[in-house]
C-alpha cells in the first residue's frame, strides 16, 4: 500500500492579494482586510504539519506538471482558459469571473499546475504505483464551471483529472465525493447530463453559492439521478456527517461501483472554519476518510485520489488534514491533536430531526442509481 502526495511551492505563490477583499470589506468605508481569505497560510500549514512529524518520508512524492491546454478542453471552454490566461497575463492579476476570485499574476500557470498534480496523481493511481493520494494544491477547483470561475476557484481539476482518467486512462465510471463545507457546484454543473461520473456533495445548506446545491438538484437527461446533493443545515458536525456517509454516500457508491473515487477534499467544515458553520473535528475526518477508503478498497482497489479545496483556519486545518492523510496512509502513530480535547463536546453533539430529514430525503434518491 503506498500513498503519492502531490504538493509544489508554486501553489503557495497563488497570489490572491488583496483584491477580492470585497468578499469581507467595504472599500467606500475604507475598510480593507489586509489578506484574502484564500491565502497560502493555511495549506503552508499543512504540507509543515505533514513535513515536521516525518510523515513526508512514509508518501510517494508525485511531481506534478502543467496540464495542457488540450488537457483543460476537456472541461472548459476555449474563451474561458483564454481568460484566465489573459488575467493572468496583466502586471496586477485580475479576477476569474465574480469579483472575489482573484487570478494573480502567472497564475494561469500554478491553476494548471494544480490541475496537473491531479493527472500525475490519478495516474499514478491507475497505473499502480501508488494506492491512492493526496494534492495539496492551490487554488480550488470545485466551483468553476466549464466557462466560468468563481467561489477562488480558476480551473476544476478534479473534473480534468476525471476526464483524463475516461480519455487516457481507460476508466469507465468515476465518483467524486465533494465533503468542503461549500456545494461542489462547478463539478456538479459539469457532469450533469453524464451517467459516467457520479458526484456527491455533502455541504452546509444554501451556504455557497448562494440557492445552490438543493436535494432536488440531481441531474438531467441520461445523467438523471448521477448527482446527488446533501445539504446540511449550518450547525451540522460529526453526528450528521457519518449519518450522511452511512446512508448517502456509501450507498450511493455501492450502487455505482466506481473505477476511482476522487475526493474534493475541503476542510472548512471543521469547527473553527471562518466560512462556513459546520462543526467538524479532525476526529470527524480521520472516521469519515476510513469509510470511503473502505469502499475504494471495495469497489476501485482502493483508488482514492484526494484534491484539497477549501479550509481557512490556520490553527486547525492543518490537524483535519493531517487526520486525514495519517489515515489515507495507513501511518501506525498518530500526530497528537491539540485541539481534541477542546472539540470532544462539539463532536458529541447528538444527530437533529432537521439534519436527518436533509439527509433522508438524499437517500430517497440513491435508489435511482444503477
Ligand atoms: N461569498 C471553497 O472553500 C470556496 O469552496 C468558498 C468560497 C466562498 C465565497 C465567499 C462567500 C458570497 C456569499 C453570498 C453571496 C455572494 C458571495 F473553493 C473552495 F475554495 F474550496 O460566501
Ligand atoms: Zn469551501
Wanted: net charge negative; charged share 15%; proline share 6%.
Amino acid at each position: 500500500m503506498t500513498t503519492g502526495y502531490v504538493f509544489h511551492p508554486e501553489y503557495l505563490w497563488h497570489d490572491t492579494g488583496t483584491s477580492a477583499g470585497v468578499v469581507l470589506a467595504n472599500p467606500a468605508a475604507g475598510i480593507a482586510p489586509a489578506v484574502h481569505i484564500e491565502n497560502p497560510e493555511a495549506k503552508r500549514r499543512v504540507h509543515e504539519l505533514i513535513h515536521a512529524p516525518g510523515l513526508l518520508g512514509e508518501l510517494m512524492i508525485i511531481e506534478p506538471r502543467r496540464a495542457t491546454v488540450a488537457e483543460l478542453l476537456r472541461v472548459h471552454t476555449e474563451a474561458y482558459v483564454q481568460h484566465i490566461k489573459t488575467q493572468s497575463d496583466l502586471h496586477g492579476g485580475g479576477d476569474a469571473g465574480d469579483g472575489y476570485s482573484p487570478v494573480g499574476h502567472g497564475s494561469y500557470d500554478i491553476a494548471r499546475l494544480a490541475a496537473g498534480g491531479l493527472i500525475e496523481l490519478v495516474t499514478a493511481a491507475v497505473h499502480g504505483d501508488i494506492t491512492n493520494g493526496y494534492a495539496l494544491v492551490r487554488p480550488p477547483g470545485h466551483h468553476a464551471t466549464a466557462d466560468a470561475g468563481m467561489g477562488f476557484c480558476l480551473f476544476n481539476s478534479i473534473a480534468v483529472a476525471a476526464r483524463h482518467a475516461q480519455a487516457e486512462l481507460g476508466l469507465a465510471r468515476i465518483a467524486v465525493v465533494d465533503w468542503d463545507a461549500h456545494h461542489g457546484n462547478g463539478t456538479q454543473a459539469i457532469f450533469y447530463d453524464d451517467p459516467s461520473v457520479l458526484t456527491i456533495s455533502l455541504h452546509q445548506a444554501n451556504c455557497f453559492p448562494p440557492d445552490s446545491g438543493w436535494t432536488t438538484e440531481n441531474g438531467v437527461g441520461e445523467g438523471a439521478g448521477y448527482a446527488l446533493n446533501v445539504p446540511l443545515p449550518p450547525g451540522s458536525g460529526h453526528a450528521a456527517y457519518l449519518h450522511a456517509m452511512h446512508q448517502v454516500v456509501l450507498p450511493a457508491l455501492n450502487r455505482f461501483a466506481p473505477d476511482l473515487i476522487l475526493l474534493a477534499n475541503g476542510f472548512d467544515a471543521g469547527v473553527f472554519d471562518p466560512m462556513a458553520r459546520q462543526m467538524l473535528t479532525a476526529a470527524s475526518y480521520r472516521e469519515m476518510t476510513r469509510l470511503l477508503i473502505d469502499a475504494a478498497d471495495r469497489l476501485c482497489h482502493g483508488r482514492l485520489v484526494a484534491a484539497h479545496e477549501g479550509g481557512y483556519s490556520p490553527f486547525y486545518t492543518p490537524y483535519c488534514a493531517l487526520a486525514f492523510l495519517e489515515e489515507l496512509a495507513a501511518t501506525t502513530t498518530h500526530v497528537t491533536d491539540p485541539l481534541a480535547v477542546v472539540v470532544a463536546g462539539y463532536a458529541a453533539e447528538p444527530l437533529t430531526p432537521q439534519q436527518q430529514a436533509a439527509i433522508g430525503e438524499a437517500t430517497q434518491l440513491v435508489s435511482r442509481l444503477h
